[in-house]
């Protein structure tokens, strides 16, 4: 089982930067592909940007591309999400979550664990 704990939201204003980290527990961390997603208000769960178990590959939703990086340390346990040229459509709860599954995963239903979620708020 892993368990993983968001930290580095707030409040930032448009076309600044934030960086989200996510820190796991348990051994099997380098075993699993992470993933970022974020809920904006009523609004469903979107995909934002997952990382494979070796950091070999990195996917992006297209919202995101070449505003959004994830990277991780497995050494760490950690898989972070830099987030530059912040708009305010990027105001969300942003989870991470820990896949077994390989290859290319934007669907929430794909992620076996989740986070408990951290507040990014984007002022115009």
């Known amino acids: 089982q892993v368990q993983l704990v968001e930290s580095g939201g707030g409040l930032v204003q448009a076309g600044g930067s934030l960086r989200l980290s996510c820190a796991a527990s348990g051994r099997t961390f380098s075993s699993y592909a992470m993933g970022w997603f974020r809920q904006a208000p009523g609004k469903e769960r979107e995909f934002v940007a997952r990382i494979s178990s070796t950091a070999t590959n990195t996917y992006y939703a297209d919202s995101v591309k070449g505003r959004l990086t994830i990277s991780r340390d497995n050494a760490k346990n950690t898989v972070n999400l830099q987030m530059n040229s912040l708009k305010p459509e990027d105001t969300a709860v942003y989870y991470c979550?820990?896949?077994?599954?390989?290859?290319?995963?934007?669907?929430?239903?794909?992620?076996?664990?989740w986070g408990q979620g951290t507040q990014v708020t984007v002022s115009s």
């Open positions: 979550a820990a896949s077994r599954r390989p290859g290319v995963r934007t669907e929430w239903t794909d992620y076996d664990y």
